[in-house]
């Protein structure tokens, strides 16, 4: 056998032990009651802003926390404490992608029955956190209107793995001439029928829609 | 032994087998005299909006060539080639980043000694790429002012493997709020001495300055 199918036959088995992980993640969120949301995007689209926001307009309507992951720093995990919500970083090292066993490894010690809502930051990167479940309820990809609108087109896995697709930084839509049009029929080429929501983590724009989905 | 450990020993396999086709294709640049130049980013950091700008100023003053990787799509193949330059895309499937191999296999036919310089554009990953040697003279890790200052601190592996950074999209900086101190500080801190350019692909700001280490 080639190193080539080796690597594939021993990355599939790590999926697959991913998966068992990731099921009995998902079967204790849900007997605590904690309604758990991923959050996946390219680096610097905007998921850290958006958390941020997140967090702080729920602090003291919601019982919220985050696990944040990075290949390096802390600097997320500390940005989003500010919130007074509970985060844990989880540092990667090499790896692009968060894991199940990550996940479950992160949260030991925490009284998930405590929390309504659990938020997994992923590591920034388009391609590799497409494949690993990680017990949530619901994925959202995130998207920035720097980017480019082609995209979707150009990494189709992680939007069709996806619940719904966040459109972020949308102040700067006019500096950046977003068309508008296209990214939503390349979002909806790929995924055919998700919910695309529009938002400014800046300006505010967008989020309450966004928290009628999440809580 | 466990699954994770064979993972990475198959993957150091893999690694190894690269490296050998990436000695090969160095000694055959060298060889036929093509300065090969790679650039590695995030998704979205303007990597085709640059190329696009350098094969346009470049046509006429050297015969240049790319080849172009992406998961799906070949827009930015079709894009590039509009510069009159000769342009392959390397379509990788679930394979988050370019491998040695693939560029061996994307250049058959080519003449390379009519060439003076060939760009390999990359997947965009802050990630993966940064392992794979493909042969190249220089590497450009491409850092645009939307993505946050903090980047290289978060993905210091692709910019201690890469020669010269450039920083792109200056034509935002303002509207941004680009830091400009911190990211060239967060810059230096992860790799010491290298080359910084900030370019503007819209307004041709810096291009110069580029060509000048390209050529």
Chains 1, 2 share one sequence.
């Not at 949301?37 to 958390?51: D, Y």
């Not at 940005?79 to 989880?90: E, H, N």
């Not at 894991?99 to 309504?116: F, I, P, T, Y």
């Not at 700067?172 to 055919?192: G, K, M, Y």
Request: glycine share 6%; with cysteine; aromatic share 4%.
């Amino acid at each position: 056998m080639n190193t080539q199918t080796r690597l594939v036959e021993v990355r599939q088995k790590v999926l697959k032990q991913n998966d068992v992980v990731a099921r009995a993640l998902r079967q204790r969120f849900q007997e605590a009651g904690v309604r758990v949301v991923s959050l996946v995007s390219s680096p610097g689209a905007g998921k850290t802003a958006f958390l941020e926001r997140v967090l702080t307009t729920l602090a003291g309507r919601k019982r919220v926390a985050a696990l944040v992951g990075d290949l390096a720093t802390d600097n997320d995990a500390q940005r989003l404490a500010r919130s007074g919500a509970p985060v844990r970083q989880i540092t990667t090292g090499t790896v692009c992608h968060l894991e199940a066993q990550m996940v479950l490894d992160a949260l030991e010690g925490w009284d998930l029955a405590s929390l309504d809502l659990l938020f997994l930051e992923n590591v920034g990167n388009l391609v590799c956190p497409a494949s690993y479940d990680l017990g949530e309820a619901l994925r959202l990809v995130l998207f920035s209107v720097t980017e480019g609108e082609d995209k979707p087109l150009k990494y189709p896995t992680i939007f069709n793995t996806a619940d719904v697709a966040v459109i972020t930084k949308m102040d700067l839509a006019t500096a950046v001439e977003f068309d508008r049009e296209a990214a939503h029929r390349n979002i909806q080429s790929v995924r055919p029928g998700i919910q695309i929501i529009e938002v400014s983590s800046k300006s505010g724009h967008g989020m309450e829609e966004c928290l009628s989905i999440l809580a």
